[in-house]
């Protein structure tokens, strides 16, 4: 069973405790939360204010995307929210190991993310410490992107990765999950499916979710 983490991102922001009420009701695994700064991505989300009130509502555990420079600085408010994953994006962070390992004193499983043109090969020397890895499968900043195919091959990379260092790291894709996308990504070796506009913009988000885990 894949596991599945739709994103909040194309939520219905003047009517979260309905989607939420869906998300709570669903075979969804996780709930994927994107937090944005405008400086490392070229667009503002949404912040600590709404991610406490989604953690209070919400009985999935959270897994939030940060695309923020500096992440380090917010991990003791992260986990306090009682977030259950923090990625970080490799781009943002100067001294990655120490704050995988400040994650994981704070409580919290650590992510980290990679963008499209960043190499799987830069993970050799940390892929043993992180609990997931997050490939961005479109620039990070907005929903409903399109799918870079590349993904698919880099998908086979980090897998091969992982296996070869004996990791336990799952492998989480972002961005352009949908029909089309999701069943090649999962036999490429992908565990964790991120999809926002696919769910969220459905007819029947929860049987997109359940014909997802179904992969
Ligand atoms: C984009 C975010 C994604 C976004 C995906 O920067 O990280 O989580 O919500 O949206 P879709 O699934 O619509 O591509
Ligand atoms: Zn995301």
């Not at 993310?113 to 961005?136: G, H």
């Not at 352009?176 to 999962?186: D, E, F, I, M």
Request: net charge negative; charged share 20%.
């Amino acid at each position: 069973m894949t596991i599945v983490s739709p994103s909040m991102l194309s939520a219905n922001f003047l009517d979260l405790q309905s989607d939420i009420d869906m998300i709570n009701n669903s075979e969804a695994d996780w709930l994927h939360m994107d937090v944005m700064d405008g400086v490392f991505v070229p667009n503002i989300s949404f912040g600590f204010p709404v991610l406490e009130a989604v953690a209070k509502a919400c009985k999935k555990p959270l897994d939030v995307h940060f695309m923020i420079v500096n992440p380090e600085r917010y991990i003791a408010q992260t986990a306090k929210t009682g977030a259950m994953m923090m990625n970080v994006h490799y781009e943002a962070c100067t001294h990655l190991s120490r704050t995988v390992q400040e994650i994981h004193e704070a409580g919290m499983k650590a992510g980290v993310t990679l963008n499209p043109s960043t190499p799987v090969s830069c993970l050799e020397d940390i892929i043993c410490d992180v609990d997931m890895v997050l490939l961005m499968s479109v620039n990070p900043g907005f929903g409903g992107q399109k799918f870079i195919e590349n993904t698919i091959e880099k998908t086979k990379r980090l897998r091969k990765l992982i296996t070869e260092h004996g990791s336990n790291a799952l492998i989480q894709v972002d961005g352009g999950v949908q029909g089309k996308t999701a069943p090649r990504l999962v036999a490429a070796g992908c565990d964790v499916l991120v999809s926002g506009s696919y769910v969220f913009g459905a007819p029947n988000p929860q049987e997109i979710i359940r014909q997802l885990k179904d992969l």
